[in-house]
């Protein structure tokens, strides 16, 4: 049987081989490497992942794993390579794009945050936004901002924040949820791998 090689991310943290559950019935990643950079991969007998809700979650909870001790660029679902070659080739086109990026999310996770209106109540929206995003720009690096896709949803943003300053951002959490109780339902999520703060593009000529 073929295999060919699922790619979670890259990271620059050296070797190293886990027993996770991971994509399509994987019990295990490791890397392939290429000077300073490796890529994280499981072995799967497709070259096209069906993407189920249980693959979507393996794939997130590899890059949950491996975020707790080491520095991650994830990759979206889906990204799979014929072999070790084709791999090492685009480690080896990305570095100042791996560089880069790598260097941008050191020691930092993503945190989502929503706040969703409760039914049947009117706020301003913009004025919650911008007090939301003050408060927690004091405690963060970057922030994303995602699609509204709901008409009750007034805040839908992603925070990239350093593992220092968790506790921090946690406490301004608890300070935005009292602040709009019974007006507003706070949705608190992470830490996740920060795919809104990489962007990075791998194709046939690799990363760019």
Avoid at 4 to 24: N, Q, R
Avoid at 147 to 169: G, M
Avoid at 173 to 190: H, I, N, R, S
Wanted: charged share 30%; aromatic share 8%; no cysteine.
């Amino acid at each position: 049987m073929t295999e060919y090689l699922y790619t979670y991310g890259v990271t620059d943290d050296g070797s190293f081989e886990l027993d996770l559950p991971a994509v399509e019935d994987a019990t295990s990643v490791y890397t392939v490497d290429y000077r300073r950079y490796s890529a994280i991969v499981s072995d799967i007998d497709t070259m096209e992942p069906e993407q189920t809700d249980e693959n979507a979650r393996l794939h997130d909870d590899v890059l949950q794993a491996l975020i707790e001790d080491r520095t991650v660029v994830p990759m979206r679902f889906g990204m799979t390579f014929k072999n070790a070659r084709a791999l090492k080739s685009v480690l080896r086109g990305g570095q100042r794009a791996f560089r880069r990026a790598l260097m941008n999310v050191d020691g930092k996770v993503e945190l989502g945050v929503k706040l969703v209106t409760e039914e049947g109540v009117d706020v301003d929206r913009e004025a919650v936004r911008d007090d939301v995003r003050e408060r927690l720009g004091e405690v963060s690096n970057d922030r994303a901002e995602n699609d509204l896709f709901s008409d009750r949803l007034v805040v839908n943003d992603s925070y990239l924040v350093a593992h220092e300053d968790r506790e921090a951002f946690d406490e301004v959490m608890g300070d935005v949820t009292e602040a709009y109780e019974g007006q507003l339902k706070v949705q608190y999520t992470g830490p996740w791998a920060p795919y809104n703060f990489v962007d990075i593009e791998i194709g046939a000529q690799g990363a760019q």
